[in-house]
């Protein structure tokens, strides 16, 4: 714009700039080297730049996005280091499949494994966690088929696109980050102490057998001098550090620019033995000899130890995690000997201190009877982790006309893992009794695994005005990717000497260790092309489209179309509009498209596979999968109808989205048809094929909102980001069934939302006698009435159906359809800064709600058996009358602990996620340390929850792994660390 003075007598002017928001738009990084316009973009994405990123102590760039992003859900699986994340947007939109979306850098997808670990009983790592977030400029996350389709048959989950920092012409810096702090679990679990347990626990036993002699005693079993009261919870957990220390350095002119960084973080968590290191690398070059020609690096390494906890998932046997060992474990019972050995007994289990015939009530773990020491448990055994990353790509750019450029890439992604466990044999462990004679024994498990996925692009972009209003952008190409997978897995047991637990030459038992290796290849192929249309800058339209090639499915169907269409109306540009001054700017859009997605699935899925076999006493093969010629792509159907408006001066920018997705061919494991003389004996591994059967939707609304609230002449500033989302799913058709899970009242079935709960119904305590109460099928009352040495089942108070005795409820054949899910229905976050001049403080707020979580941790602290509860067990019934939800205690008698709706509880909260105060010193004041800023913050991450959830938090979900667990089994609570509270305080230095 032009602004014109009278000059006069005036010999000096001050002219200043003033921002024009309708000449200046942020740009978006859209794929293959595309990038538009906020204001031209007809798609639904969202973008976080590195200002947000680089704010918060996250372990993995992918937590960032927690509450920013609306219709983007990010799960911590537990407050363990390293753990994995799940991340889904738009809700889940698989069943068998994976619900990850797909993550490129730089350009290039990276590998899709959500966990690099594979050992069943070991720990669960987050390859996302070897990105460093500071090495971040932004990430955005593509949400329809418009934004997502030139994916195609990888983006039915979505996709996000990291774009890490590059050298800027004309300027040098160097950038040093420090920062430092503790963490904390935000909330325990509140167990009974040693005189309530003692209580407790003879109660279960004198309700049972009025006459017996007590079995919980208190005393001073070590002989130290002072009774046994231990708070195993207080041994296991601990309040952990943090330090990160980051260096970058930036240049570059008209010839070339680069970005260099070294990173090393240290974190200890909070729970004992806990801790992860990770050391990191960076540089991204760009060279550019000739004003037609352009070349560049970007690579990155990463190196991360994993001193990990044996986790409480849902495959894997758990009794050996030192979450079960701490809650279940007898509070007047010491940790230690006398002379400071641990306390154990002659199996070299949990010691029973004083307690006689504790044992006999404790129906589980590896020798009936006997817990496993946590804390020795944390101490002696060993769960590491330690892995290797290279990450990068190279390119070339050439511009042989003016519009027209030609680019070649190749970019690779390797991992190299290696997963150690040792079992001390001093201590039984890893949920198995390894021990021979009196317990001693132990187990040493080692899995290296490297994963390489190379990929070659090839693509041509154009770009031309024609006249005065046509605007056209066209990109179009090919791309290969090729992964190779291979792992080696050895094990041995019965150590000759723990010295020697890392020598494999003869000092292990033959007959107790094992070893094997696996390979697995995946290949794909794809075309793929893009035409922006811009008219007069008023109507606008893109077309996608994609065809993918996978080796993972059937000759006849590898290849799949993914078309993708927008288009969008900046109405704001109409002249009907211009006497229209509370409106600054409007666009409508819509966008429809098709989508794909094989992950989650194995490399040979449309294959017959052959494994071990045995006949009689003769080693051999055996199908265990079969082949399925016609299997193809698991297929969204995205529709997005939506606008985007700017009013008041540009001081409230609004988005608003309607979604739908209709997933179709859903890829599930089917049992082998009777008719392909296939047995499939009951104790023997199921016999297998993948097939496309079922369908499903999510549908739901998205709204944010980014207001300027309060901008004064002195300097302050208050701005806000607030954002909601409202999700509902159907699964739609399953022709071969339901779908389960590993839990037994959590199935995918044809009329309902892919989490929600089939459970008994729960009653009630029958306040005259304190027997459980459910509702059977029919809607009758099933009553347990105790006894030994089992008790009886009634029907509406009868003691027999029909003439029989009743039988028992149970979830298979009375479980109803609750109407409750796993999944959340609406979430969001708030996000609000306050600015005075250097000062800044940022108040951030996540909420979710709408679902419900089953809290089984809380049913397994309610057990009968003589180990520890918590202490909502107090609140038992004792007498007639007595209103409570917590039967009359009877030892071993666990009836109450089946799974109903007394276990399900809501799972709205509001998380104050971060609180940070930050104050940017006055350049004469950072120019005096030689520096051209300086950024002095301090922080709390997670600082407060308000929820009615009566777990340890209501976002930790222990079904994390990939497939089927992670999608049906969402939102269950079973012994997970709590999630951590983060105090953080540190620097930014710009020289």
Known sequence: MSVELPVGNETKFN?????????????????????????????????????????????????????????????????????????????????????????????????????????????????????????????????????????????????????????????????????????????????????????????????????????????????????????????????????????????????????????????????????????????????????????????????????????????????????????????????????????????????????????????????????????ATLKLNNNNNTQRRLLGNAYLTVTPLKGLSVTTKFGVDYINNYEYQYSDPSIAGLGFDFGGVNGLGGLVQKTRADNTLTTWQNYATYSHLFGDNHNIDATFGYEQNLETYEASFTSGAFLADPIFKDNYS????????????????????????????????????????????????????????????????????????????????????????????????????????????????????????????SLRWETGKKLDIGFDASILKDRIGINFDFFSNDVDNLLLGVPAPYSSGIPNDPGLPLVSKFRNVGRMYNRGVELTLNTTNLETPTGFKWTSSFNYSYLVNRVTELPAGDVQSSVVYRFASEGHPITEYNLLRWVGVNPANGNPQWLDANGNVREYNYGLPAGTWLHNGESTLNGQPVPEPSTQTDGQWTGKTGFPKWMGGFDNTFSYKGLQLEIFLQYSGGNYLYNSTRSQLLTFSATNNTTQILDRWRQPGDETNIPRLFINQNQHQRSSTLFMEKGDFLRVRQVRLAYLLPTAISQKFGSSRVNLFAMVQN?????????????????????????????????????????????????
């Open 943 to 991: 600082a407060f929850v308000f929820t009615k959830y009566s777990g340890l938090d209501p976002e930790v979900n222990v079904a994390a792994n990939e497939g089927t667990n992670s999608n049906i089994a969402y939102g269950i609570d079973q012994r997970s660390n709590p999630q951590v509270r983060t105090y953080t305080a540190g620097f930014n230095i710009d020289f």
């Open 506 to 629: 003869g000092l292990f038992d033959p007959l107790q260790s094992g070893q094997g290796t696996s390979r697995d290849v995946t290949a794909w192929q794809s075309l793929f092309g893009r035409l922006n249309y811009a008219f007069s800058d008023k109507y606008y339209a893109t077309f996608t489209a994609r065809r993918d090639a996978s080796s993972r499915f059937g000759e006849q169907e590898r290849w799949g179309f993914f078309p993708g269409a927008s288009v969008g109306w900046r109405i704001s540009r109409e002249a009907f509009m211009s006497d229209i001054s509370v409106i600054n700017d409007l666009k409508l859009k819509a966008s429809y498209g098709l989508v794909g997605n094989s992950a989650g699935i194995s490399s040979y899925a449309a294959a017959t596979l052959i494994g071990q076999g045995q006949y009689g006493i003769y080693p051999g093969f055996a199908i265990n999968k079969l082949n399925n010629p």
């Open 15 to 375: 002219i200043g700039l003033a921002t024009d928001t309708k000449m200046t738009s942020e740009v978006v990084v859209t794929g293959y080297g595309g990038s538009q316009d906020v204001k031209d973009i007809t798609g639904s994405f969202a973008k976080l730049d590195q200002t947000k990123l680089t704010s918060q102590p996250v372990q993995s760039a992918d937590q960032a996005l927690a509450g920013r992003v609306a219709g983007v859900q990010i799960t911590n699986s537990s407050g363990t280091l390293g753990d994995a994340v799940t991340v889904r947007i738009r809700g889940i939109n698989s069943i068998n499949g994976s619900s990850q979306p797909l993550f490129v850098i730089d350009g290039v997808p990276m590998t899709e494994f959500g966990n690099l670990n594979i050992m069943t009983s070991g720990l669960r790592y987050n390859p996302l966690a070897d990105i460093n977030p500071n090495d971040i400029e932004s990430m955005t996350v593509l949400k329809d088929a418009s934004a997502a389709a030139i994916y195609g048959s990888r983006a039915t989950n979505g996709v996000i696109l990291i774009t890490t920092k590059k050298g800027k012409s004309g300027q040098s810096k160097l950038t040093l980050n420090v920062s430092g702090g503790m963490m904390e679990p935000t909330k325990l679990p509140k167990l009974l102490n040693a005189s309530e347990f003692r209580d407790i626990t003879n109660e279960k036993l004198n309700n049972a057998l009025p006459n017996a002699a007590p079995i919980a005693i208190n005393g001073d079993a070590n002989m130290d001098g002072v009774e046994d009261d231990t708070n195993w919870v207080d041994q296991i957990y601990q309040r952990g550090y943090i330090q990160d220390y980051q260096l970058a350095l930036t240049s570059g002119n008209d010839k070339g620019s680069y970005y260099a960084s070294v990173g090393y973080s240290d974190q200890k968590g909070t729970i004992v033995s806990n801790r992860l290191r990770r050391a990191n690398g960076r540089i991204n070059m760009e060279l550019t000899p000739k004003t037609w020609a352009k070349a560049g690096v970007n690579m990155s390494f990463n190196h991360a130890y994993n001193q990990g906890v044996l986790g409480p998932n849902l495959t894997s046997n758990f009794f050996a995690s030192p979450t079960f060992g701490a809650l279940n474990a007898q509070p007047n019972i010491p940790v230690y000997n006398a002379d400071g050995s641990y306390y154990l007994d002659d199996q070299r289990y949990l010691g029973q201190g004083s307690n006689v015939g504790l044992t006999t009530y404790i129906p589980y773990t590896g020798t009936a009877g006997r817990l496993y020491h946590p804390l």
